[in-house]
């Protein structure tokens, strides 16, 4: 009773330290939650075969209601670009439920050393500034979808959100700032519904999954995310409009490569 109670604290302060982070940085909380989720699970004996797709699954069910909340917040405030998100959207469907059988197919150690190698890349990018050059005319559907295909794909393969890739991409097509986050906001739902329910069939029946887990989904974990995440995010707004932010940027690039080196290693 004492080591549950314990666990479902854990998932507590994890999804307030995601909530946090994510509302400061201004990046999904998938690149917090998924590594934290990897230790947690090691920590809690998971077969290591199987920690990482746990962690990557549970990670896109949290992300169904914090993306949620997120995106209803960008309709309300008119910066959800519609035409935009409808052109994407067959891509990032189709993307994710791919993603999510490419990241089905490989071994736990690979798909640790591609999320390894993804975040820091990521970490270079935000450490260096690196944003993309700003475009003024927006490509047609085909465009549109087959980067919806991409982004689903890589999204659902490392359980995040798409925001470090649909912005760019959306900065490309002409978007304001405001419309390029409040659109990618929007991308991540469909992401994550369709990848974490993926994952959930994916891993239906695998006898070295924990019995708390349904699929490549972790329910409690799941549950102690959500309750502390989303309130949490909004401290972290407000502690970005008071915080240095090449500070901040530099800060979460160094977490960020740490974190990456941890998995490569």
Request: proline share 5%; charged share 5%; glycine share 16%.
């Amino acid at each position: 009773m004492t080591s549950s109670v314990t666990i479902m604290a854990g998932y507590l302060v994890l999804g307030a330290l995601a909530g946090t982070l994510a509302g400061v940085f201004g990046v999904g909380g998938g690149l917090i939650i998924v590594p934290a989720l990897v230790l947690a699970f090691e920590l809690q004996d998971v077969e290591p075969a199987v920690t990482m797709h746990l962690a990557v699954g549970t990670s896109l069910a949290t992300i169904v209601v914090t993306g949620a909340s997120s995106t209803w917040g960008h309709i309300q405030k008119g910066s959800v670009h519609r035409h935009w998100f409808l052109a994407l959207l067959p891509g990032l469907m189709l993307g994710a439920v791919a993603g999510v059988f490419v990241a089905g197919s490989l071994s736990g150690g690979l798909l640790g050393t591609l999320f390894g190698l993804f975040v820091v890349v990521v970490a270079v990018r935000m450490a260096l500034g690196l944003a993309p050059r700003p475009g003024s005319t927006a490509p047609g559907r085909l465009a549109m979808g087959l980067a919806g295909v991409v982004i689903g794909g890589i999204s659902a393969l490392f359980g995040i959100g798409g925001g470090t890739l649909t912005v760019p991409w959306l900065s490309r097509a002409g978007a304001r700032m405001t419309e390029a986050v409040g659109t990618s906001a929007a991308c991540g739902l469909p992401i994550a519904i369709f990848g974490a329910l993926t994952f959930i069939v994916v891993g239906w029946g695998n006898p070295e999954l924990p019995t708390w887990a349904i699929g490549f989904v972790a329910w409690p974990a799941f549950l102690g995310i959500v309750l502390t995440s989303v309130p949490f995010a909004r401290l972290g707004v407000r502690l970005a409009h008071v915080l240095s932010a090449r500070v901040l940027r530099l800060a979460f690039a160094t977490l960020l490569a740490g974190v990456g080196v941890r998995f490569l290693l």
